[in-house]
């Protein structure tokens, strides 16, 4: 049996929803052979999935937030955590990765003992 709603639903959540459908199709999009993927658009791909993942969390959220407090609670363990990541990916922008030295860093590592 189809769902259908009493009237659409507003075009807030329909945006929610369309960045959603964008943040999974360029997840998805790394699995698709001959895209050069450089730094920048691995953190792009990085900063539009986690935006559509809260986009989708907060929609489901604002729907249906009187439901239960598992979902509830869940909702708000999606948001923070890709909030986190998407903060983590923003902070990262333009310094250098892994295994590339910190050219800001005290030029101590785990393996050279402090003087």
């Known amino acids: 049996m ?9 075009w807030s959540n329909r945006v929610l929803g369309l960045l959603g459908v964008l943040g999974g ?3 998805v999009a ?6 050069p993927w450089t730094r920048e658009a691995f953190q792009l791909r990085l900063v539009l999935f986690n935006a559509g993942a809260i986009a989708v969390a907060l929609a489901v959220l604002r729907r249906d937030s009187g439901a239960s407090r598992a979902l509830l609670a869940a909702g708000a363990a ?5 909030a986190w990541y998407l903060g983590m990916v923003v902070v990262g922008v333009g310094r250098p990765q892994f295994p ?5 860093s005290s030029g101590l ?6 003087p």
């Open 109 to 114: 590592s785990a393996s050279t003992p402090a």
């Open 30 to 35: 790394a699995f698709i052979p001959n895209l």
């Open 78 to 82: 999606v948001i923070i955590a890709n």
């Open 100 to 104: 590339e030295p910190d050219p800001e």
């Open 25 to 27: 199709l360029v997840l």
């Open 2 to 10: 189809a769902h259908t709603l009493a009237a659409a639903p507003p």
